[in-house]
């Protein structure tokens, strides 16, 4: 009898869990890029143009509370530093968050794997870094997402294929992205 009520039990909590995919598209608006290293004393830029985002969330939502992983590619970053250059970052990691029932939700975001690839051939790696953002349903399947970005980067390779193990990089930047959350 215990076995039944346990298992009535497990699989009646199982039926309020839903799958959450959410596709987004965005801009990153006012971004700053700190570079130290022991050949350049100081560079920063700033993101001149306004890069676009495409990216996505997967993971379950219930009761309110979400979990699971989040991916995005920003095309076309370019930094004014000592030289123009653009690059394509690439982010993956993974966002708990909660929606409350008067349209707002808000989550926070661990960026664990992603990279800078530069048009001239270097790239940054060893991308980590936390995320913060704040959702609001403008329409009963859209939201509007605002986010604020502030990741490190541990590794910096040339196009020759040398490499700057100690390089230390920041990127901090805020994001505005419509989503369309699809909760099955």
Known sequence: MKKIIMLSLVFSTLGFTKVLIEPYVGVNILGDFDYKSA???AAKGKSDKIPFTLGGRLGYTKIGFQVGLDGALTKAMKFDQN????????????????????????YVGYTFLGKIDFETGGKFEKLQGVKFGVGYSIYPFIKLNLEYKLYNFGKYELSAGSVNPSADADLKMFAATISIPFKL
């Open 39 to 41: 050949a350049v004393n």
């Open 83 to 106: 030289t123009a250059q653009k690059g394509d970052l690439t982010e993956f990691g993974a966002f708990v968050g909660y929606e409350l029932p008067i349209l707002l939700r808000g």
